[in-house]
């Protein structure tokens, strides 16, 4: 990827479906999200996505979320994932997803996946994939992108992903307080680590963790930038100026909606390049990979 030539790199797009049907969540998942969202379901394919972005001159981290352990739910393929990454490399860039409780042999193959395949960072949701950030289940797999200097993205705040089912569909919401994170970022401070999202309810610890650790980034996603904490965008334009990313949350929110809101927003004119690019060109680490 030549990130010179792009206008923005969306860092937060999900790939909830692969070349043979098969969706990233069970059925009873997909419906009530559909419901929660008041949205009828869409699943580009990689491909498709990788279209989507190119039209629009946009980068795009792509990954799936491994919730076997959670759901009994197969995951996509990871290695299908950076197949089609590598396909579309001018846009797309693959995260992989290894739930924490595949242990030693998770971090193993998720060692492969970045050496052998391609992958750029990994995924975690800790409320779907039923671990708390510190509790040491998903060490082994930090210790591997630590070491290996590649990116781990937790999800944070309320997820929509269970919402209306029967005792949530098992999802707990404490799980994403990003609070968690403080001591990840204290027992991994070489680790690279994005919060996706604003953390509803808990967006003063997302800040609070972000602005005091200099391995902890926020990256914007899940909501149209005009509903945005006032606090959110105050620190974006100050002190976490460097530390805030461009993220949509596609194909829930597009690219187009965000960046339309997010031009409506009073970011200072040299802050709103740092955001939609240059700090994840930093955080990504592709300074030196055009």
Known sequence: MDHTKLDAIDVHVHVETDVHGHLSLPDDFLEASAKYFSADHRAPTL????????????????????????????????????????????????????????GEAGARRFRELVTGHGMRGIKFHPSLQDFAPNDGSAYPLLEV?????????????????????????????????????????????????????????????ALAVATHKPNV???????????????????????????????????????????ADFGKLDIKPHVRPKILKDNAVRALGLEEAP
């Open 47 to 102: 491909p498709e996505i990788a279209a989507h972005y190119r039209e629009r001159n946009l980068g795009a981290v792509v990954f799936t979320v491994d919730i076997e352990a959670a759901t009994g739910h197969p995951p996509l393929s990871n290695e299908e994932i950076a197949r089609a990454a590598a396909e579309h490399a001018d846009v797309l860039i693959p995260f992989a997803s290894v739930d924490p409780a595949k």
């Open 145 to 205: 992108a630590q070491e290996l200097g590649v990116p781990a993205l937790f999800h944070t705040g309320q997820t929509g992903i269970g919402a209306g089912m029967r005792g949530g569909g098992g999802v707990k919401l404490g799980l994403s307080n990003p609070m968690l994170l403080d001591e990840v970022a204290v027992e991994f401070p070489d680790l690279t680590i994005i919060m996706a999202h604003p953390s509803f309810p808990w967006q003063d610890e």
């Open 217 to 259: 980034y926020i990256d914007l996603s899940g909501w149209s930038p005009k509903y945005f904490p006032p606090q959110l965008v105050r620190y974006a334009n100050s002190l976490l100026q460097d530390k805030v990313l461009f993220g949509s949350d596609y194909p829930l929110i597009t690219p187009d909606r965000w960046l």
